[in-house]
């Protein structure tokens, strides 16, 4: 897992966002959170903690939130464990210019992990219950969706 392509997008004198650097945490659970990203396209970005980082998927639509519903996410750079927190504006002319806030966040109560499958379980304010991210073959490389489960 490494920060190295998060590190390369991004101007940290300039931009407020943490630099971030690998870290274990130990805590009960691992984290998620959903950002409101409202950057030239308005999208939410999807993370779950994985191995020390942040997992990260663009989704143009939002999270699926009725079972059976499929959402498009596209899978970007791993991102800090610190982002986590991160709220604010991205300066203009920056990567990812634009107000990003907090949409929810939560515990990830279970987690099962495959090359092209993640089961999870959710327990946010508005996230809860089963999903899962799927990678299916005949798509490109960064395209997952985000299917709730129940
Ligand atoms: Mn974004």
Not at 18 to 46: L, T
Not at 94 to 103: D, P
């Amino acid at each position: 897992m490494t920060l190295k392509k998060y590190q390369q997008k991004r101007d940290f004198k300039h931009t407020p966002e943490p630099k971030g650097k690998s870290s274990k945490r130990r805590q009960k659970n691992p984290i998620f959170v959903v950002h409101e990203h409202w950057a030239s396209h308005h999208h939410f970005d999807f993370r779950l903690e994985i191995d020390g980082a942040l997992k990260s998927w663009a989704i143009p639509k939002g999270p699926p939130l009725k079972k059976a519903e499929k959402r498009l996410a596209v899978q970007v750079e791993d991102h800090p464990l610190e982002y986590a927190n991160f709220e604010g504006e991205i300066p203009k002319g920056l990567y990812g210019a634009g107000k990003v806030e907090i949409w929810d966040q939560g515990d990830i109560t279970s987690l099962k992990t495959q090359k092209n499958l993640i089961e999870f379980e959710l327990k946010g304010k508005k996230l809860t219950g089963r999903f899962a991210l799927v990678h299916p073959q005949k798509f490109e490389k960064k395209n997952w969706l985000l299917i709730k489960r129940d």
